[in-house]
């Protein structure tokens, strides 16, 4: 059975902010025991969290062993003042305050950084990226910060630019990656970056009345062709569904980001196997070694 590689275990699928009330004194053990208990009745092994601002994906480490689950989790995302990121993390201002946040995230025992260098889709008008990324030089020294402490770093990155900037920067995995292009696919597969689309969130919202289905379907469209073009020049994919983003259930979640491959690449032994290996690489790669 696959594993989730990209999930949020403070978040419930239905409401950000009730999932988050329901932390807001401390840290509500119940909710991971509720999502632990989906992932093991699926058989899905491991977990590897985005983060949060709130504690729940550190007390679920501890958890994690109850259920026989292996997970993996940066603690919190880190994001640049400003910009997007105040969803799952906390915000520098400048290097040395980036410096700190990475050694907090060693310091409570986090398996690698999350670093957000954009913002997300806008879902309400073109699909467009919401905001102006990180400039290049910025995401290269967190990168640079990140791996001299030990840490392989989880990239949120979104736009063409932008991925070739945070594949050029050394990132070991780039998260979502709407909108790239040729060049950032070759960069990606020439830095050997693992590629998770979560492309299940698009899908699952086609149809739920909340967003145009007409740039939902533009999204899909041109994250299908994404998908089927970076494999074509051989960048490395793992599945992660966002597990806990609107629409996207935990342990369900995972198993509809395999059918949207299977619907994208085919339904085949080849597919199956390129996306198991890169789950073995993350789980190598995003396991913190002392």
Not at 86 to 99: D, H, L, Q, R, T
Not at 118 to 134: A, H, K, N, R, Y
Not at 151 to 167: L, P, S
């Amino acid at each position: 059975m696959f594993g989730e590689n990209h999930a949020h275990i403070f978040m419930d699928g239905i409401n950000y902010k009730a999932a988050v009330n329901r932390h807001k004194r401390e840290v509500d053990t119940a909710v991971i025991h509720e999502h632990f208990s989906v992932y093991r009745e699926k058989g899905i092994p491991f977990i590897r969290d985005g983060g949060d601002k709130l504690g729940v994906s550190e007390k679920a480490k501890e958890i994690a062993p109850e259920y026989g689950i292996i997970y993996r989790t940066p603690i919190f995302a880190i994001y640049k003042k400003g910009h997007y990121g105040g969803i799952v993390g906390k915000s520098f201002e400048n290097m040395k305050e980036y410096a700190y946040l990475v050694k907090e995230v060693k310091r409570r025992g986090g398996d690698f950084i999350k670093i957000m260098t954009t913002g997300i889709m806008d879902f309400g008008t073109d699909g467009s990226v919401t905001e102006e990324p990180l400039k290049a030089e910025e995401v290269k020294e967190m990168v640079h910060i990140a791996h001299e402490e030990g840490f392989h770093v989880m990239a949120h990155t979104n736009g063409a630019r932008a991925v070739m900037e945070a594949a050029l920067a050394g990132v070991d995995s780039i998260e979502h990656g709407n909108y790239m292009d040729e060049e950032a696919m070759w960069a990606m597969k020439e830095k050997e970056i693992v590629w998770v689309p979560t492309i299940t969130v698009v899908k699952n919202m086609i149809g739920c009345g909340r967003f145009s289905d007409a740039v939902l379907e533009k999204i899909w469209k041109i994250g299908s062709h994404n998908i089927q073009k970076g494999h074509q020049i051989g960048v490395q994919f793992a599945l992660g569904s966002d597990a806990g983003a609107y629409l996207v259930p935990h342990g369900q979640g995972i198993e509809q980001e395999m059918e949207c491959f299977q619907e994208i690449l085919g339904k085949n032994k080849e597919i199956t196997e390129m996306l198991l290996k890169g789950e073995r690489k993350i789980r190598e790669k995003f396991t913190r070694k002392e």
